[in-house]
T-cell receptor, first 112, second 114 residues
């Protein structure tokens, strides 16, 4: 089944404790991206990647890092999480020139 | 970036057609019109997209105004499972895997009444 998976689905952590949210897709898609969703603010793009070793900032990249060492994986790294990064995070992927973007199920992160 | 305007919420009776409007008066000639929806507790889901001509797929139809300043997503027969937030989004045209991005607005929350 074609899908985007994220782990963990839920995470509660404390300020300053480094964490990684993994994202993997099995569709051989070139394009991957991360979004965060907050009440009243909608979905905002954090980072995106056009292909392996090619990443770029989205609209709200501060406090986040990403890497794209393999085509299928696009982890989101929070080196020193803060409470304002409490949010619902979605990973997405898209193949080549196709328009349809596939989203993962989301990761709900709480930073205390 | 070109912006879209959608009503905050709409209601529909089950098994009736639903027309979800979207205004995009600043659309450029290369902007595609995308629709996604987000069901409760799920990630967004692609619905349909178009450039100039009306489009149909198994989920919905997209009617695009001749001047492209507005579009309408049509659900032909609403079911309870169609209750979701529907996002109308513009994206620039791309070549290959170019700088294509989706900027989500607040969308329209569709409620379906049994």
């Amino acid at each position: 089944e074609a899908q985007v998976t994220q782990n963990p689905r839920y995470l509660i952590t404390v300020t300053g404790k480094k964490l990684t949210v993994t994202c993997s897709q099995n569709m051989n898609h070139e394009y991957m991206s991360w979004y965060r969703q907050d009440p009243g603010l909608g979905l905002r793009q954090i980072y995106y990647s056009m292909n392996v070793e090619v990443t770029d900032k989205g609209d709200v990249p501060e406090g986040y890092k990403v890497s794209r060492k393999e085509k299928r994986n696009f982890p989101l790294i929070l080196e020193s999480p803060s409470p304002n990064q409490t949010s619902l995070y979605f990973c997405a992927s898209r193949g080549g020139i196709r328009h349809e973007q596939f989203f993962g199920p989301g990761t709900r992160l709480t930073v205390l | 970036d070109a912006k879209t305007t959608q009503p905050n919420s709409m209601e529909s009776n089950e098994e009736e057609p639903v027309h979800l409007p979207c205004n995009h008066s600043t659309i450029s000639g290369t902007d595609y019109i995308h629709w996604y929806r987000q069901l409760p507790s799920q990630g967004p889901e692609y619905v349909i997209h178009g450039l100039t001509s009306n489009v149909n797929n198994r989920m919905a139809s997209l009617a695009i105004a001749e001047d492209r300043k507005s579009s309408t997503l049509i659900l032909h027969r609403a079911t309870l499972r169609d209750a979701a937030v529907y996002y109308c989004i513009l994206s620039i045209s791309y070549s290959g895997a170019g700088s294509y991005q989706l900027t989500f607005g607040k969308g329209t929350k569709l409620s379906v009444i049994p």
